[in-house]
């Protein structure tokens, strides 16, 4: 019995997704036995196969490429231990704002985004009105956590402070 998803990404997104000569779909397919069809005119992409959970991972990987996550990093996904996590910034801000908390999350020359990263081994994406996550599961939601606050105004240096002692526990 098939399975099918079908999901849109940003156009922009599209020829990442593909990668040259079609090494990054045709990778995805190998690893998960799944079938993608991609509409390059609309963005849309239609993935379908026969193990379900190969498909919900193979999902979460292209909606991470969608996110602005290079493949290499998406694919991790397929690990069984790892998780997308989204954010949608519009839930804390309006649009006025979102210049602003993404330059939070994002520090001067990435320098904040960098500090997340390096201690809770995540990786984020801060793209379009989302911030995405990947990483293992146990370590996502700190991530996220960390992420939440600096969203509702907490200071950096406290935010940091927080991750290190719960990488030090």
């Known amino acids: 019995m098939d399975y099918s998803y079908s999901l849109k990404i940003a156009k922009d997104r599209v020829g990442v997704l593909i990668?040259?000569?079609?090494?990054?779909?045709?990778?995805?397919?190998?690893?998960t036995g799944c079938k993608i069809n991609i509409n390059s005119s609309d963005a849309e992409v239609k993935?379908?196969?026969?193990?379900?959970?190969?498909?919900?991972?193979?999902?979460?990987?292209?909606?991470?490429?969608?996110?602005?996550?290079?493949?290499d990093i998406a694919q991790s996904l397929l690990k069984q231990d790892y998780m997308l996590e989204l954010i949608h910034l519009k839930e804390f801000v309006n649009e006025?704002?979102?210049p602003r908390v993404k330059g939070r999350i994002i520090g001067t020359g990435g320098k904040s985004r960098r500090t997340i990263e390096e201690l809770t081994e995540c990786n984020i994406s801060v793209y379009?009105?989302?911030?995405a996550i990947v990483g293992r599961i146990d370590?996502?939601?700190l991530a996220r956590q960390s992420i939440e606050l600096l969203l509702k105004g907490a200071n950096h240096s406290t935010v940091f402070r927080m991750l290190e002692k719960r990488k030090n526990r």
């Open 139 to 141: 370590s996502v939601s």
């Open 128 to 131: 379009g009105k989302t911030v």
């Open 19 to 31: 990668g040259p000569k079609g090494e990054v779909k045709n990778s995805l397919e190998a690893s």
């Open 96 to 98: 006025k704002q979102l």
């Open 47 to 71: 993935i379908t196969g026969e193990d379900p959970l190969k498909l919900y991972s193979l999902k979460n990987t292209i909606s991470a490429i969608g996110r602005g996550f290079n493949p």
